[in-house]
């Protein structure tokens, strides 16, 4: 059974040096790859990641920049980092087809060049959606401005994973810290933060409408559904409250979103999402490098899962494949060329 994880991590130095020189919220530690196994797997595109694939059974990974991408970076730095992100996976997909494929970064902080790389990233470059990590600095991912890149992925058929970043520094200081630097960092990324975070993301681009201009639009959330799904039946108050939106929450979150554990491998959790949206809502992703699933810890998970051989192909792979059949399809020769040589993969130029 083939086994496609869709929220695998990568990152390239051009973006390290970025936000190192940004510095400020930056310095964050909850933002920044930490040292040792994890940064090296972040870096390392090549053999070894293949070989990680391998010992877990996770047999495509769907590579995306790691957290927090180019969102809060100057708009000239956020525009070329995302294209020499974005050309740096391509060079891997083209290297190894049958083992990677990739979600675009998006200069957000331009919203027009935003839209501008999705185009090319899905069209040109062959990638099957693009990641959003939350906000872009103080805007909310359902702004004004970002409209355009939800008309433009609806138009492509290209999904937008939502990926976790850290609440604005007035939140973490209320809420997350008083515990010491190391616990904050934590309390307001991983153990926490991020997924409230996340998720009033998902629930704001629902409320504004963003599903009723688009149908088509598709978004996916890791984590379960960011908490989402473990309150809906208190949230669907919001139908009563004015709206005006098409339909039901629940139906946004059972037709326009998809959920998968970022490995976060409970049986428990995958039933109750299962319960609350249906088995064809649901996809595998391991969160690559930053959640050791453990040896053949992909397979095992979705093969003692206690549903029927169908259900769990549509886990591993089914459920992707079916919403990205209709997406453009196309990768340049130039890509494939730069590919063979070793250096196109491991440090692309600026």
Do not use: C
Request: no cysteine; proline share 7%; net charge negative.
């Amino acid at each position: 059974m083939k086994i496609v994880a869709l929220e695998e991590h990568m990152v390239i130095p051009q973006v390290l040096e970025a936000w190192s020189a940004a510095g400020g919220a930056w310095a964050d530690p909850g933002t920044q790859p930490e040292e040792g196994v994890i940064a090296r797997r972040l870096a390392e595109l090549g053999e070894q990641r293949v070989r990680d694939m391998d010992a877990t059974g996770v047999d495509v990974q769907v590579l995306s920049l790691t957290t927090p991408g180019v969102q809060n970076l100057a708009g000239d730095d956020a525009v070329r980092l995302a294209t020499v992100a974005n050309d740096a996976i391509a060079a891997v997909i083209a290297s190894r087809p049958d083992r990677f494929d990739g979600f675009a970064t998006l200069p957000t902080p331009e919203p027009d060049a935003a839209v501008d790389e999705l185009r090319r990233a899905v069209g040109t470059l062959g990638f099957k959606g693009a990641m959003l990590n939350g906000r872009t600095g103080g805007r909310n991912v359902d702004h004004p401005d970002f409209a355009e890149i939800y008309a433009a992925a609806a138009e492509l058929h290209a999904p937008i994973y939502i990926h976790p970043n850290l609440p604005q520094p007035p939140v973490r200081d209320a809420y997350y810290s008083g515990f010491g630097d190391a616990f904050d960092a934590m309390f307001a990324s991983w153990g926490l933060g991020w997924h409230v975070e996340t998720g009033i993301q998902l629930l704001r681009l629902i409320f504004s409408g963003a599903f009723d201009r688009h149908p088509e639009l598709q978004v996916v959330v890791g984590h379960w559904g960011e908490v989402v799904l473990f309150y809906l039946e208190r949230i669907e108050g919001a139908d009563r409250m004015g709206l005006g939106l098409d339909r039901p929450l629940a139906d946004y979150l059972r037709q326009n979103v998809s959920y998968t554990p970022s490995g976060i491998h409970s049986q428990r959790y995958l039933r109750w999402t299962i319960d609350v949206v249906g088995v064809d809502r649901v996809m595998y992703a391991a969160d690559y490098p930053f959640v050791d699933v453990g040896e053949e810890g992909a397979r095992t998970f979705i093969e003692q899962a206690p549903l029927s051989f169908e259900d769990k192909k549509k886990i591993a792979h089914g459920n992707w494949e079916r919403l990205t059949r209709s997406a453009p399809v196309g990768r340049p020769e130039r890509f494939a060329r730069e590919a063979s040589r070793p250096s196109a993969v491991t440090r692309p130029s600026a």
